[in-house]
Each structure stands twice: as C-alpha cells, then as structure tokens.
C-alpha cells in the first residue's frame, strides 16, 4: 500500500470533523480526505433504504477513486444502518460510528441515561442490541433531535443560532418524567458535539456528555498500527451537492487542516 494512501472520513454533513479533530490527535502525520454528502443532507429523515443506497453507492465509488487505506462513516444514522453493507461490498477496513452507549452506562451515577440521535438512528435495531448488551440494567431515553443537524451545520458555517432553537429541539426530552435524574446523554450524532455549549445550557453544565470519537481515533490507530504515512499532497474535502454550500465552510475546513474543498 502507498504511504500516501489516506483514510476517508465520511459523513451527510460537517459532524464527522468531530471524529476528523480526533484522527488528527491519534494519527497527525496520516493523510485524510472527508467526504461529505451535502446533497443528501440530512440522513435522519430518510428511510433506511434511502441512505443504505446513497451511502453504498457513494463510498464505492469515493473507493474507487481515492483508493482509501480505510474509511471511517463519521455517521451514526449512516453506520446504524449500513455498516454491514458497506463491509459486505469494500475489501478495505470500515470503521463505523455507533452510539456510545457503553461508555455512558459505566459511567452514569443515577442509571438515568438521555440518547440524542437522528430519528432514524433511535429507532434502528443496532441500537436496540447495544441497549440490551451494554445497558440492560440503566434507563435509557431516547430522542430523536434532527433539528440540531441544522443547527450545526449553521455554526459550522459562522451564523448566530436563533434563542432557544436548540432547547426547542430537545424538549421532548427534557419534558420526559425522568429528565430530572438525567447525568449523562449520549451524543449519538456526530453533529451534536459540535453544540456541546448549547446542549449544556440547556441540561447543566454538570451533564455528561459522552461520544464515540476518541474510541473511533483508537480503533482507526490500532487498525493501522505499523503502516507508513506520509502526506504527499494537502488533505482536502471532498462533497457532493452544490459549491456555494462548499464556499462557505471553506475558512472552518482550514481549521481542520483541510485547505481546499472540490465537489464529488
Ligand atoms: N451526522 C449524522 C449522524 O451521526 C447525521 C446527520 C444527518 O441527519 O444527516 O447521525
């Protein structure tokens, strides 16, 4: 495998620089395309056949293309329901995104754990078999907060978020019998990091908040232990849907070492 051969990191939109911001710690010198898939933006609405085809159908072409060392879906939604497609198809090591529910039921003090997901992610088996497996003993709310994925993608691109728009979103749990015994939410969204501020106004700043992307760093790092890296080229972004969307991201891609954005 050539040294510059990169990892591609993939999501609907910008939340997968939350798990980028991780890869970079772990492994600076590896080289990484993102990918993102504006013009299917946001997944969370669609149903599962809809995204397991765009996701299917994207990464094998980005495969293809790019010749990847490893991709990373930096996409809940994307993972829960696709992850084992995705593998069925590509001959190189996929890393997926999951809820990190485990994490957050050894931590928890009360047991009272919120989930913030898309819609499509709350309701998907994947989940259900992580509950069963990881937090069969604690409560586990779900809620389906697809209204943030906006929201971020908004701040990502340096617009001030209306008041209270990322209360309203998550009202529903807040307003749930138990919210009050709530100490720990699972961010089961790479978007939702992104309004980390925003979600600790609303819920406490005592609140844990708890994702997967510094144990999806290890697993990529681990996964490729002893491979030579060596960044031939910048990383750049790559995406599908229209360049003005691009334009506007471009000073935040900068940020994570991604210094120009083409479209797919
Ligand atoms: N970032 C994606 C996730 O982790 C979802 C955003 C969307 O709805 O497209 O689930």
Known sequence: MSPAAPILIFDSGVGGLTILAEVRKALPQAPV???ADFAGLPYGTKSEAEVAARVCGLLGRMAERYQPRLICIACNTASTIALGMVRDVLEIPIVGTVPAIKPAALTTKTG???????GATVRQPYVDRLEAEFAADKHLIRHAADPLVPLAEAKMRGETLADGAVAQAVAGLCDHPQAQDLDTLVLACTHFPLLADELRAVFGQDIQLVDGAQGIARRIASLTQGQEFERAQDDFAVATGSTESL???????????LMRATQF
């Open 33 to 35: 395309i993102y990918a």
């Open 112 to 118: 009272t754990i919120g989930l913030l997901g898309t």
């Open 247 to 257: 334009s506007a991201l471009t000073p935040m891609l900068a940020r994570h070492g």
